[in-house]
T-cell receptor, first 114, second 110 residues
């Protein structure tokens, strides 16, 4: 596609439920990043994929968070047993070759845990 | 020392003013640098890339000082539409995360 696409754009879920967030990167982009941004805060790194492998998953806040990428394309971020503190915008970005090339962001998924 | 540190701001400037932000980085192996802008409740968008000493695009100039390990963003003739948060990004030399600075908030006043 023309840009990074994320779905859903908004998600409201009950505390304790699992959610799955999807990211479709720009076609041909081998690197993919997930970030979390709480209201009024900066970007918090979650995980980085190069191809289908994740060289850096150091930002995942707990074992409730997991992510995978398949076919060097779509990625899903799964949050199990959601908590209210998980409420944030989850942003996905992709870049052509990795860390030293420009990254382009999707519009994000706004997650609200009630 | 944090990997990337930015002027905290906020910067409130009148229309037409020139404003500059700095961003310091700790990894001397970094080869490329980026400035992004983020509007309220929107995703970050790439503003400029810096691969050598600097880059200029219209009213925007980014400069790199490798010796002192900082990059700067200069905005001339500020417009109301320049109001946003400006984020610097300094990719590390090894396969790790793409680290964003915490951002500098700019408000251009009429």
């Amino acid at each position: 596609g023309a840009g990074v696409s994320q779905s859903p754009s908004n998600k409201v879920t009950e505390k304790g439920k699992d959610v799955e967030l999807r990211c479709d990167p720009i076609s041909g982009h081998t690197a993919l990043y997930w970030y979390r941004q709480r209201l009024g805060q900066g970007l918090e790194f979650l995980i980085y994929f190069q191809g289908n492998s994740a060289p850096d998953k150091s930002g995942l806040p707990s074992d409730r968070f997991s992510a995978e990428r398949t076919g060097e394309s779509v990625s899903t971020l799964t949050i199990q047993r959601t908590q209210q503190e998980d409420s944030a915008v989850y942003l996905c970005a992709s870049s052509l070759q990795g860390l030293n090339t420009e990254a382009f962001f999707g519009q994000g998924t706004r997650l609200t845990v009630v | 020392r944090k990997e990337v540190e930015q002027d905290p701001g906020p910067f409130n400037v009148p229309e037409g003013a020139t404003v500059a932000f700095n961003c310091t980085y700790s990894n001397s192996a970094s080869q490329s640098f980026f400035w992004y802008r983020q509007d309220c409740r929107k995703e970050p968008k790439l503003l400029m890339s810096v691969y050598s000493s600097g880059n200029e695009d219209g009213r925007f100039t980014a400069q790199l000082n490798r010796a002192s390990q900082y990059i700067s963003l200069l905005i001339r003739d500020s417009k109301l539409s320049d109001s946003a948060t400006y984020l610097c990004v300094v990719p590390p030399g090894s396969a790790r995360q793409l680290t964003f600075g915490s951002g500098t908030q700019l408000t251009v006043l009429p």
